[in-house]
């Protein structure tokens, strides 16, 4: 289901079922920064946030959520990875809300940095203590009803990085995986997928790791019942066929590592014995 609500408002439903929500936010990122999805899980009265971004997006979102459920419904923070677009708000959530950030392991220990010593003070204990660290390998976590599958992704990305799975209304939020660089219109489906690929391109051959990496991960996917597939940027792929489409364009593309040579890694084009 891929209803619109009106043009007012900010959030475009993907899932709405049954008292199970699965709720976009397309365009709450104002001024220069990168367009940027954030998504809203709702199930049985409880709520979860994935990649809500960094302070650009945090009082919007907060605003958004408001509409839906009250604060002390968040149960959790799903964070991909590290990057400020995916986790730089998380001392407010952990300052006004009660919830648990789920992370990987690799960055559990550093998110508390992004924290000053003034929102320290202010929670009733210690940041580390919410967040819940994912080992390599990943996990489920219950929420609702039921449950948030955490799959990992690392090295797309990042090294340490995980994409998250909702087995009832099946979507996959793959976070830089399938993103795009639109300006406008990210809630709208692929439908004309070689037209995509522009957008896509450049974005996976510079930010994907290796195509090992890449044919691993779309293997996974590819075992798993997957209607739909959102990016943390950009469009969603809809349908078991575009689905299909983008793991066989992933799994074919070089990129990362596989384009690297000596001349990346040259101490002459950085200016070195220059004035010797």
């Not at 809300?97 to 392991?105: A, G, I, P």
């Not at 994912?134 to 009803?145: E, L």
Request: hydrophobic share 40%; proline share 4%; charged share 20%.
């Amino acid at each position: 289901m891929n209803q619109a609500l009106t043009t007012r408002d900010k959030a475009h439903f993907l899932y709405n079922k049954d008292g199970h929500q699965c709720i976009q936010f397309s365009d709450l990122v104002t001024g220069e920064g990168i367009q940027a999805n954030q998504f809203l899980i709702i199930d049985n009265g409880r709520a979860a946030l994935i990649d809500p971004g960094g302070d650009l997006t945090y009082t919007p979102l907060n605003i958004e959520l408001g509409k839906r459920v009250k604060t002390s419904q968040l149960d959790y923070i799903f964070a991909s990875h590290q990057d400020p677009d995916i986790i730089a708000s998380l001392p407010r959530w952990m300052m006004y809300t009660q919830c648990q950030v789920v992370t990987s392991k690799l960055w559990s220990r550093f998110l508390p940095h992004l924290a000053s010593q003034f929102i320290t003070q202010q929670l009733n204990h210690n940041l580390d203590e919410r967040i819940i660290a994912m080992p390599d390998k990943g996990g489920s976590i219950r929420f609702g009803r039921s449950e948030i599958i955490v799959l990992p992704a690392h090295f797309l990305h990042s090294v340490g990085n995980f994409h998250f799975y909702d087995p009832v209304s099946k979507i996959l939020f793959s976070g830089d995986m399938g993103a795009s660089l639109i300006e406008d219109h990210a809630e709208q489906p692929v439908t004309d997928f070689d037209a995509h690929i522009p957008h896509m391109h450049g974005f996976h051959q510079r930010y994907m790791a290796s195509n090992k990496a890449c044919r691993l991960w779309a293997s996974m996917v590819r075992e798993m019942d997957v209607e739909m597939i959102v990016p943390q940027h950009g469009s969603p792929f809809v349908g078991q066929e575009m689905v299909q489409r983008f793991l066989d364009w992933i799994s074919g593309l070089a990129c990362g590592i596989d384009l690297m040579n000596q001349t990346h890694f040259d101490a002459r084009k950085a200016g070195y014995g220059k004035h010797s």
